[in-house]
């Protein structure tokens, strides 16, 4: 009987606190009802490579626009280095945004071209989390660019053969401001977020 309470006891705690650790997610930080399908991270006008990121979410059958999924995005600065603020006991990433598609499927980021980090070899890199209403959050890899001198021959040739070139991003010069696009289309089977 003993073993039966401490069993109880413990599935209790551990219910009690799994809604608490969803929360941990820089996802739940703004309000949903605040998003709008566009939205500008910290910095913005202070940055010399100024990119407008955007793109169409569709669901699964990669056809049909998915409205009111909530994009969310975090980066380092120019220098490849992460801008960690902290509010209160939680510490966060100060370059983030987030956005939630309108009818069409449609966000828009504006932000700024990441540096990469040589010290760590790290490319340069904008790190996306999608969240579908009533789904799990999903963390998708990084975005990269083509024109990051640490992205080799080697690198991209590794994803091709995993098929993961549609990662990369090809900023255009438009108006004085680079533009990339980058439509992403949902998946079924998608892993959530650990």
Not at 12 to 18: E, I, R, T, V, W
Not at 163 to 174: D, F, M, Q, V, Y
Request: hydrophobic content about 35%; glycine content about 4%; proline content about 6%.
């Amino acid at each position: 009987m003993k073993k039966l309470i401490v069993a109880f006891c413990l599935i209790c705690f551990y219910s009690a606190l799994q809604p608490t650790l969803a929360q941990d997610s820089p996802i739940y930080d703004r309000a949903e009802d605040l998003l709008s399908n566009t939205d500008t991270i910290p910095d913005f006008r202070s940055k010399t490579n100024k990119l407008k990121l955007t793109g169409v979410i569709y669901q699964s059958d990669g056809v049909t626009p998915a409205k009111d999924v909530i994009v969310f995005i975090e980066q380092p600065d120019e220098n490849g280095d992460f801008d960690l603020r902290q509010a209160g006991e939680e510490r966060y990433v100060f370059h983030r945004s987030w956005v939630k598609t309108d009818a069409d499927g449609r966000y828009t980021f504006y932000t700024f071209v990441p540096g990469n980090d040589r010290r760590y070899n790290q490319m340069q890199q904008i790190f996306p989390i999608v969240k579908e209403a009533s789904k799990p959050e999903v963390r998708l890899e990084s975005l990269l660019f083509d024109n990051d001198p640490m992205l080799t021959k080697r690198c991209r040739k590794q994803l091709a053969r995993n098929g993961n070139t549609a990662r990369i991003l090809s900023p255009k010069k438009e108006d004085g401001i680079l533009v990339a696009v980058m439509d992403i289309v949902l998946s079924d089977d998608t892993e959530p977020l650990k």
